[in-house]
C-alpha cells in the first residue's frame, strides 16, 4: 500500500477547504439555510415561506453594506431568531472565517441557545 505524503495530504486539504469557500459564496443565505435545516433540526419539517425569503435578502444586505441598520419584527415562531442568530452567522462563517458576532437576547439561555446552535 503506498504512504501518502503529508504535504499533498496538506495541500489536498487547503484545495477541499477553497472549493468549500468558493461554493458558500455562490449560495445565497436562504439556499444555505435550506441545505442546513436538517442539521440544526433534524426533527422538524422546513415550511418554507416568503416572509423568509425577504429576511434573508436583507440579511445578504447588512452583510454588502447595502443597509447599516435593520429591525425585524415578524411575529415569534416566524424563524426569525434561527435566521438571524444561527443560519446567518454560520453562512457568513464559511465566506469569511474570522468573522465575530455578538449574540444577545431578552434572556439569556436564548442567547446561550443560538450561539451553540451555529
Known amino acids: 500500500m503506498a504512504r501518502l505524503d503529508p504535504d499533498d495530504i496538506e495541500l489536498e486539504l487547503a484545495l477541499r477547504e477553497a472549493e ?3 461554493r458558500a459564496a455562490s449560495v445565497s443565505l436562504a439556499e444555505f439555510t435550506r441545505e442546513a435545516w436538517h442539521v ?4 422538524t419539517e ?13 440579511l445578504e444586505a447588512v452583510t454588502a453594506g447595502e443597509i447599516k441598520r435593520l429591525k425585524i419584527n415578524i ?3 416566524h424563524m426569525k431568531s434561527l435566521l438571524v442568530s444561527v443560519m446567518w452567522p454560520a453562512w457568513r462563517w464559511l465566506r ?13 439561555p436564548l442567547a446561550l441557545r443560538d450561539a451553540i446552535r451555529a
Open 46 to 58: 422546513l415550511v418554507w415561506g416568503r416572509h423568509l425569503d425577504v429576511v434573508c435578502e436583507y
Open 96 to 108: 469569511a472565517p474570522s468573522e465575530r458576532f455578538l449574540s444577545v437576547s431578552h434572556a439569556s
Open 40 to 43: 440544526v433540526e433534524p426533527a
Open 75 to 77: 411575529p415569534p415562531g
Open 20 to 22: 468549500a469557500r468558493e
